[in-house]
């Protein structure tokens, strides 16, 4: 009797990575972030409405954040978000990641020292102005105290831009270590790679010190 061998087939395969695929979702999951902004600033459903879709969203996006970190963070780099180049791991906070060349692996490195050795002061520009104005707002909302919402945009923008904008520029400073280490969500920088965050903090740094600015000039009574 003749026997047909056939060759053996895996019992499973990968699912084939789609670069457009992953990209369009990072930019669509990165979009809750502007979103959550909006609201918090525009309260398109009054204050406390607002308020509270915010936060639903600013912590309900973590379950989304997450789970596309972790699905493709072994298949994209880091730093610049391609997944077409050769990589190499590297370890931030005890996770695994995947840079490509090593310029991409420098500047993360760079990156991460700097945040390490200054995270003081990143957490006070974010987080002061953030708790502040979240303060206000539900004080505004409940009428619990009257503080006036232009000047509570302007404190919440102009400190959070400066912040966000000297970051984008001065990482650069930092040391190319050989470990890496970030005290911040690292989800929302993996969304877009954080050379395309760190653009985005520079160019929205720049509209929002604009717009304070202007702001300030006209309540002083200046012509800018």
Known sequence: ??????????????????????????????????????????????????FFAAIAIMFGHRFLAIPFMERYRNERCLWCGRTSRPREPLAVSGKEFQLCIEKCKTNALRFFDFCRRHRTLIAAGIFLPLCWYVITMLGNGFSLLSFPPDWDRFLFRFFIAITVFSISFLYRTGTAAESAVFSFPIQNLFLLGIKNTLLVFRYVGIWWIAVSLIFLSRKLGLNL
């Open 1 to 50: 009797m003749t026997s047909i061998m056939f060759p053996a087939l895996p019992l499973s395969r990968p699912p084939a990575l789609r670069p457009l695929r992953v990209h369009l979702t990072g930019i669509a999951l990165f979009l809750f972030i502007p979103l959550v902004l909006f609201l918090f600033l525009r309260y398109p459903f009054e204050i406390l409405p607002s």
